[in-house]
């Protein structure tokens, strides 16, 4: 059972339902494309980061947390739903962020702030140290009230989270679609589909290539289902082009369904173009997770 404050947030939340896409491309390849719709969980909270944030925050309020510590980038996705359920729940949060303090902060950065959450710049040599501490309780100098939380939330009880995402598909389908920054929900998701299932992996940052050895000690058994696009980063993290934006815009005016240019627009126009370069079978049914993370869209 979850904590009692959990279970209260929770009942605001919406459902996460399955729409299928119906396109030219769709149609004249003979493929279903399916989007789970994370993104309509919350307005903040929504996708991926309420997903691997759920049973992190249980442990954290059961051991009588006051203060969550964790680290990400100006931009960054899971500080964005940490600062914000932090102060729905009562929590102290504080962000190591990735280089120096900017003179005009990001809309995400500028959220942070106005949600209490305490930042502190750090140098990307400081950050990359910080990567090394994987337990809650392990950071040097942390307090007992403090729990500290790695890049990504990239913890086991994240993968326990995300993990319902598969139990809540009811239909069969071929291929599971995700986009990829720590690699931590790709790894929940391979870890409970069934082997007859691939999942792929869209990464959104440049020579993504280290995605694969860090998700390998998040697996459970033998997985062979799995693989990462590595070639639909645009430039890397947080990049973007013309042509990107415009798919973005083209896929919101057919389907109704936002994109951002972060990890989505990504996964989505990586799929397209596997879909238009007979990367899927005929009459084969692809699942892609809206992981959410709508604040970091540019907005014309």
């Known amino acids: 059972m979850l904590h009692p404050k959990l279970l209260r947030l929770e ?8 729409t299928q896409l119906f396109d030219p491309l769709l149609e004249q390849k003979q493929v279903e494309l399916w989007v789970k719709r994370d993104d309509l969980i919350h307005p903040v909270i929504s996708g991926n980061k309420w997903r691997k944030l759920k049973y992190i925050l249980d442990h954290a309020l059961a051991i009588n947390t006051d203060t969550i510590i ?6 960054s996705n899971h500080l964005h739903a940490l600062a914000y359920v932090g102060k729905e ?8 962020i990735r280089g120096e303090q900017p003179k005009n902060f990001s809309l995400t950065l500028r959220d942070l702030e106005s949600w209490g959450m305490e930042l502190r710049f750090i140098s990307r040599v400081e950050y990359r140290e910080l990567r090394q501490y994987k337990n809650h309780d392990v950071l040097p100098k942390i307090k007992p009230n403090e729990y500290w939380l790695p890049e990504g939330g990239a913890t086991e009880l994240a993968l326990k989270g995300v993990a319902e995402i598969v139990s809540e598909l009811d239909m069969n389908y071929d291929f599971l679609c995700v986009p990829c920054g720590t690699g931590t929900t790709l790894a929940g998701l391979i870890n409970v589909s069934s082997d007859k299932c691939k999942v792929i992996g869209f990464s959104a940052l440049k020579g993504g290539c280290f995605l694969a050895d860090d998700i390998q000690p998040l697996l459970q058994g033998n997985k062979q289902n799995w693989s990462i696009q590595l070639d639909y980063h645009f430039g890397g993290f947080a990049k973007s ?6 798919f973005i815009e083209h896929f ?5 369904i936002e994109l951002e240019q972060v990890y989505t627009g990504k996964m989505f126009y990586g799929l397209f173009d596997l879909i238009k370069h ?3 079978k005929k009459g084969q049914k692809i699942i892609a997770v809206h992981t959410g993370g ?6 014309k």
């Open 294 to 299: 709508l604040q970091g869209k540019i907005v």
């Open 70 to 75: 964790s680290m990400g980038g100006a931009y």
């Open 11 to 18: 009942e605001g939340f919406k459902s996460s339902i399955l």
């Open 278 to 280: 007979d990367h899927f």
């Open 252 to 256: 919101f005016n057919r389907h109704e």
């Open 241 to 246: 082009n013309n042509e990107l934006l415009l």
């Open 89 to 96: 729940l009562d929590l102290q949060t504080v962000a190591y």
